[in-house]
């Protein structure tokens, strides 16, 4: 069982800091959990941008990628600095950023507000999965490495779920609903900005002068889980892409093909996805990190060819089938990473080696999702559609044999 989670009072931003390392570990992943909402929030509102604003499938993934730039570009840095300075100064201001981000989601009348509120959103998320969950992890201290990551994981996918069904729920249900939107999730972000003021994240201890005042470089971890890393990325990646494909096309799709244009129905789908992530993680937490992995790599593949079915017989069932399997592909992909990460690499290396699993999981599916959008505007969205599933599932084939052959149960 997982130790109880913090109680309201921590979640509200009281100035009592959570005394046990248990208490501080959940109030590190409600950090997590308050970016990710933010970060998928915007999910079911992209149709009424989309009308309001008068962009092509085309630019919609590029607004997506633009979230992903600021994301990979802050994975450069953030993991690097959090090992060095320690946690606190790199938490605060990225967390700073999603609070702008929010507030120009909530006034977006342009392109180019919208593009800048991603861009920020994806520069919080960054900072996020690499010292925030890092964060987590040493919040549960030494005996809880294991359970400290899929803490971590699950706060993720948890808050990319609540995201959408928020947002999703509010458009159905308000005749403007974006204001109302970004102002519950302003209050979110504030409660995790004084959780990262007031927990005692300590200063990462002395290790030379040689590594306090290097210059910085591209994110790393020491040859030894290299390895570790790879196996990760193999299966993160492609699930992680095909959720990505749900978020930034997902609505369209139901919209366009199967003429379903609920915002409740998308936000739903999206955070069913996101739920599903959620509990496959609790599910399988016992097993070995090899059995995690490979039910991800099926996974994904399993949502590929749902999606295949879905599009060319025109059946919402089976689309809203293929976002759950995606879900658990990320889900699991992302707990068997961290879950390696956690109990193999140095804690000094721990928030680079988590910006390495994201940056290998997110370049595909920045690269991919644009590719599929602009794909789509120019063949039409059964050929673009069949064409990314297709690719994604022989990616994720490959890292299921990757993991088949090189990471034995020893």
């Not at 700073?96 to 593009?115: N, P, Q």
């Amino acid at each position: 069982m997982l130790d109880t989670p913090p109680t309201a009072a921590v979640l509200s931003g009281a100035n009592t800091v959570p005394p046990s390392p248990a208490r501080r570990m959940w109030a590190a992943a409600w950090m997590v959990t308050a970016v990710f909402i933010l970060s998928n929030a915007p999910t079911p509102l992209y149709v009424h941008w989309q009308q309001q604003l008068g962009f092509s499938a085309g630019m919609l993934t590029v607004i997506f990628a633009i979230y992903i730039a600021g994301l990979l570009l802050t994975l450069l840095v953030a993991g690097q600095l959090s090992d060095r300075l320690g946690r606190k100064p790199v938490l605060i201001p990225g967390l700073l950023a999603a609070i702008v981000a929010c507030v120009l989601f909530a006034t977006a009348s342009s392109i180019v507000m919208l593009g800048i509120a991603r861009l920020l959103a994806g520069i919080a998320v960054g900072v996020i999965v690499s010292a925030g969950m890092a964060g987590v992890v040493d919040m549960g201290g030494a005996k809880r490495k294991r359970r400290a990551s899929l803490v971590a994981s699950v706060a993720m996918v948890l808050g990319a779920g609540l995201g959408p069904l928020l947002a999703g729920t509010l458009a159905q249900t308000i005749e403007y609903p974006v204001i109302p939107i970004f102002s519950i999730e302003l209050i979110v972000l504030v409660s995790a900005l004084i959780i990262a003021i007031t927990l005692p994240f300590h200063r990462r201890p002395a290790s030379g002068a040689m590594h306090q005042h290097s210059k910085l470089h591209l994110p790393t971890v020491p040859a030894p889980n290299r390895r570790h890393l790879a196996f990760g990325i193999a299966v993160f990646a492609p699930g992680i892409t095909a959720t990505s494909f749900v978020l930034s096309l997902g609505p369209s799709v139901m919209a366009k093909l199967l003429e379903v244009r609920s915002p409740l129905i998308a936000g739903g789908m999206a955070c069913a996805m996101f739920l599903t992530a959620t509990g496959v993680q609790f599910i399988v937490s016992r097993l070995h990190i090899r059995t995690i992995l490979l039910l991800g790599a099926a996974s994904t593949i399993l949502a590929m060819v749902s999606l295949t079915i879905a599009i060319h017989a025109s059946a919402a069932a089976l689309l809203i089938v293929a976002a759950l399997l995606a879900g658990a592909g990320q889900g699991l992909g992302q707990l068997g990473g961290l879950t390696l990460i956690g109990t193999h690499v140095p804690d000094n290396h721990r928030a680079e080696a988590n910006a390495v699993l994201n940056i290998g999981g997110y370049i595909p599916a920045g690269l991919l999702s644009v590719a599929t959008g602009y794909f789509i505007d120019a063949v039409g969205l059964e050929a673009g559609a069949t064409a990314f599933a297709a690719v994604l599932a022989i990616a994720a084939a490959l890292g299921g044999g990757l993991v088949f052959k090189k990471l034995y149960r020893d």
